[in-house]
């Protein structure tokens, strides 16, 4: 069963953190994405990455930054974690293009707190 | 930019019976791709329903149904004969068909709950 997989499903860290967020996907996907999701503010686009070591801003990009060493792994990074970034974290990753045609696949989500 | 927008936070429906989630969009594309996801409380998105923009044909998924009214700019979610394992938060999605990225843009959700 081809999935995507995020390191936490919960994480508590302290602020001033530097917080480290794994996905990793089996399908051979060339996008990946993370969004977080808040409650009455729906899904938000952090940053996403279409080749490896390519990325682009998303709507919401202040105060994270991410990687993409390999095609598999995308990573979230709180550079300097504060109470504002508690939130649910969500993976997704697509093929391109027209070949997308069926959407993301997700993770289950990490739910961090910052206290 | 395109926006989705679900104007109704909470909808209620009793069990067996049918129910209707309303989406909107905006967008100046004549090509794309329209989803409704749904997330139950274990938090795992599932992709209930596409809808190609240049298909007329309505999307049909055994009891989930779309209305998909192009010029209207509307893509509403019936579903049919309401079980309790569909209660949940449902997500409406637009993608673009043109460029690289394939990026979602979603609106802000709808939680259903079904009485039993």
């Known amino acids: 069963d081809v999935k995507v997989t995020q390191s936490s499903r919960y994480l508590v860290k302290r602020t001033g953190e530097k917080v480290f967020l794994e996905c990793v996907q089996d399908m051979d996907h060339e996008n990946m994405f993370w969004y977080r999701q808040d409650p009455g503010l729906g899904l938000r686009l952090i940053y996403f990455?279409?080749?490896?070591?390519?990325?682009e801003k998303g709507d919401i990009p202040e105060g994270y930054s991410v990687s993409r060493e390999k095609k598999e792994r995308f990573s979230l990074i709180l550079e300097s974690a504060s109470t504002n970034q508690t939130s649910m974290y969500l993976c997704?990753?697509?093929?391109?293009?027209?070949?997308?045609?069926?959407?993301?696949?997700f993770g289950s989500g990490t739910r961090l707190t910052v206290v | 930019a395109q926006t989705v927008t679900q104007s109704q936070p909470e909808m209620s429906v009793q069990e067996a019976e049918t129910v209707t989630l309303s989406c909107t969009y905006d967008t100046s594309e004549s090509d794309y791709y329209l989803f409704w996801y749904k997330q139950p409380p274990s938090r795992q998105m599932i992709l209930v329903i596409r809808?190609?923009?240049?298909?007329?044909q309505n999307a049909t998924e055994n009891r989930f149904s779309v209305n998909f009214q192009k010029a209207a700019k509307s893509f509403s979610l019936k579903i049919s004969d309401s079980q309790l394992g569909d209660a949940a938060m449902y997500f409406c999605a637009y993608r673009s068909v043109y460029g690289a990225n394939s990026k979602l843009t979603f609106g802000k959700g709808i939680t259903l709950s079904v009485r039993p």
């Open positions: 809808q190609e923009a240049y298909k007329q």
């Open positions: 990455s279409y080749d490896v070591k390519m990325k």
């Open positions: 997704a990753s697509s093929l391109l293009g027209r070949q997308g045609v069926n959407g993301y696949t």
